[in-house]
């Protein structure tokens, strides 16, 4: 197994039964992801990639009856890689927002969440308690934007970036930072077996993932319409099952068909 950041899925070249969703005009797609974000992409114990959106990427893949290589790119790069062309598709549980959609395409959201307050156990208790102290956020993400927007308020007296969790969750036991703004699903799944680790507030911001593309990449209109039919076929929710170990509420994006995001 090659553990240097990218690895191959040979998948059936067949469509699965009831599908009608067409091929990629390529036979491989090239899926750029942040490895490490935990449950959505990471490593397991032999060096394989798992997690949420390696799954589902497969399963939109196979659909397609196409292979999938997955690179592993640190999350700032995401964006520049899909919009060059070096990668077909980004994931790494990537909200969709008006300003991305200005240079980027997604296709309809698959997860809905909010951001989170992480801390070290003794640490603070909630944001309020965050002033004078060190933050941590993953480098561009909707984290880091919230943090930059809020340090006034909560007064945090300094803003440290990091490429994904691992390194930040790090200098959060060893005391470097006092606590660590990410997503909740995330931090939920990573502390469940950390007595040390809290998550100490729910940051309400009315996010949801998808799937990255090129500006108006045709593609990201053929992935839509496999979603149409993993949500409606339950898969989806048997992913979400899966990794989250409960059934996802309905009403969700995660089980509900919805339009591809766009600006009008």
């Known amino acids: 197994m090659r553990t240097n950041g990218m690895r191959r899925l040979t998948l059936a070249l067949g469509l699965l039964a009831g599908t009608a969703a067409s091929?990629?005009?390529q036979d491989t797609l090239t899926v750029g992801a942040n490895i490490g974000n935990v449950p959505w992409e990471f490593q397991?114990?032999?060096?394989?990639f798992v997690g949420f959106e390696i799954d589902l990427v497969a399963a939109v893949a196979e659909r397609l009856g196409v292979e999938v290589e997955t690179v592993n790119i640190p999350f700032n790069g995401l964006f520049s890689a899909v919009q060059s062309g070096r990668i077909d598709i980004a994931t790494s549980s990537i909200t969709i927002t008006d300003e991305r959609l200005k240079s980027v395409s997604f296709a309809q959201p698959y997860y809905d969440s909010d951001q989170s307050l992480t801390v070290a156990e003794g640490g603070p208790a909630s944001l309020e308690e965050m002033k004078n102290k060190v933050v941590g956020v993953d480098t561009g993400s909707t984290g880091d934007m919230w943090a930059t927007e809020q340090q006034g308020t909560y007064g945090f007296s300094e803003i440290r970036r990091y490429e994904g969790l691992a390194p930040a969750m790090l200098d959060l036991t060893a005391g470097r930072i006092d606590g660590y703004i990410s997503d909740i699903p995330a931090l939920l799944y990573y502390v469940k077996d950390?007595?040390?680790l809290k998550v100490v507030a729910r940051i309400e911001t009315g996010e949801k993932y998808s799937m990255m593309f090129a500006k108006d990449a045709e593609l990201a209109t053929q992935v839509n319409a496999v979603l149409d039919d993993l949500k409606t076929e339950g898969v989806?929710?048997?992913l979400h099952e899966k990794w989250f170990g409960l059934a996802p509420d309905a009403g969700t994006s995660t089980v509900t068909v919805l339009p591809m995001p766009s600006l009008d």
């Open 23 to 25: 091929g990629w005009a």
């Open 44 to 48: 397991d114990e032999t060096g394989q």
């Open 194 to 196: 950390k007595p040390n």
């Open 236 to 238: 989806m929710a048997q």
